[in-house]
């Protein structure tokens, strides 16, 4: 058997020797399972840093299991940011809600002030109860350039100078 779709499949095997006699298995039922599917990711376009921080990057994503939402194990729900070596994993994740074959999830990222400006790629996974997991890594998003200075504390204080003098210690 090919190209079969996912879903239940019930199969018996019929044989005939060259005398004529036909034999038979029993009734064998197999389901096709690819694992979940990640359907759909938030768009998130641009995302500005936080000045002196950082910014927890809240994005939401569905998740479809051919056996029913209840086959997912949400706690293997997981989306990270990644541009290049670094990498923001999600601190959480957790279901908002699930009917059907359905799941939504909601997962908070967080990016430092000094995370580098440009487009990051964004990540997400999920395992089903089994262990199939299913990948979405086709969206990215621009993280913008910070234009900050921030100084602590907030004041600079310097020595009183006569005009003239130089090299003076405070």
Do not use: H
Request: net charge negative; hydrophobic share 35%; proline share 1%.
């Amino acid at each position: 058997f090919t190209n079969l779709t996912e879903k239940n499949y019930a199969f018996k095997a019929y044989t005939q020797d060259t005398a004529g006699n036909v034999n038979s298995t029993e009734k064998r039922n197999v389901n096709i399972n690819f694992g979940p599917k990640i359907t759909w990711v938030q768009n998130l376009g641009n995302v500005a840093g936080l000045a002196g921080g950082l910014r927890n990057v809240t994005i939401n994503f569905t998740a479809y299991d051919f056996d029913g939402f209840a086959d997912l194990n949400d706690s293997t729900a997981n989306v990270n940011f990644t541009k290049g070596i670094v990498i923001r994993n999600s601190t959480s994740c957790f279901r908002i809600a699930g009917s059907g074959n359905y799941s939504n999830y909601s997962c908070v990222v967080g990016m430092w002030y000094y995370d580098s400006e440009g487009i990051w790629n964004i990540n997400v996974s999920i395992a089903d109860k089994n262990g199939n997991l299913g990948i979405n890594n086709t969206n990215s998003f621009y993280y913008e350039y910070l234009y900050s200075f921030e100084m602590v504390p907030d004041y600079v204080n310097w020595s009183s100078m006569a005009i003239g003098e130089v090299n003076r210690s405070s």
